[in-house]
T-cell receptor
């Protein structure tokens, strides 16, 4: 069966510090991978998605970036965090094909102070 | 028009009643829809998907898709306090190779 991991579970970072969140998927090959952000009490905001190694599509211009160095690894990064980067970051995977369901990881709660 | 729209709620129903959650979409070519449940502080969990017109039942949950009217709904029979959560509807952004788009979610509260 498939499993998706995210770490860390919670993170408190000062403004201006760097960020690296990691997501890995087990039990599937060539998945579509997604990064979402959910601000408190808000809906899901799609940040990045990837259909393969090294292929990244950005949905929202901002100070975040994403990379996919391996088939089942997706990394979200920032060089300098802003207060507005606080939120619940969710990684999701989807079997190759846009009409398939997405499955979410447990999420990382980021607080920028 | 937004691609997937939901009433944000909150929707309050008494325990044992039927909860009805609705979602409208703008793309007539959309083929598949998904319902997710998200408990406070947790990640969304897939509970139902539907690809064809009509009803699909799974336990206490029924998903309904009406392509002519462009809406999809989720019925929860015999609602329990444990069903209290935010329910997210998701569908294709447009007919083509693009990611799913999620509604903002409807908050359901089941009152014991």
């Amino acid at each position: 069966s498939q499993t998706i991991h995210q770490w860390p579970a919670t993170l408190v970072q000062p403004v201006g510090s760097p960020l690296s969140l990691e997501c890995t998927v087990e039990g599937t090959s060539n998945p579509n991978l997604y990064w979402y952000r959910q601000a408190a009490g808000r809906g899901l905001q799609l940040l990045f998605y990837s259909v393969g190694i090294g292929q990244i599509s950005s949905e929202v211009p901002q100070n975040l970036s994403a990379s996919r160095p391996q088939d089942r690894q997706f990394i979200l990064s920032s060089k300098k965090l802003l207060l507005s980067d606080s939120g619940f970051y969710l990684c999701a995977w989807q079997a190759s094909g846009w009409d398939n369901e997405q499955f979410f990881g447990p999420g990382t709660r980021l607080t920028v102070l | 028009q937004k691609e997937v729209e939901q009433n944000s709620g909150p929707l309050s129903v008494p325990e044992g009643a039927i909860a009805s959650l609705n979602c409208t979409y703008s793309d007539r070519g959309s083929q598949s829809f998904f319902w997710y449940r998200q408990y406070s502080g947790k990640s969304p969990e897939l509970i139902m998907f539907i690809y064809s017109n009509g009803d699909k039942e799974d336990g206490r949950f029924t998903a309904q898709l009406n392509k002519a009217s462009q809406y999809v709904s989720l019925l929860i029979r015999d609602s329990q306090p444990s069903d209290s959560a935010t329910y997210l509807c998701a569908g294709p952004r447009n007919s083509g190779n693009t990611p799913l788009v999620f509604g903002k979610g409807t908050r359901l509260s089941v009152i014991a």
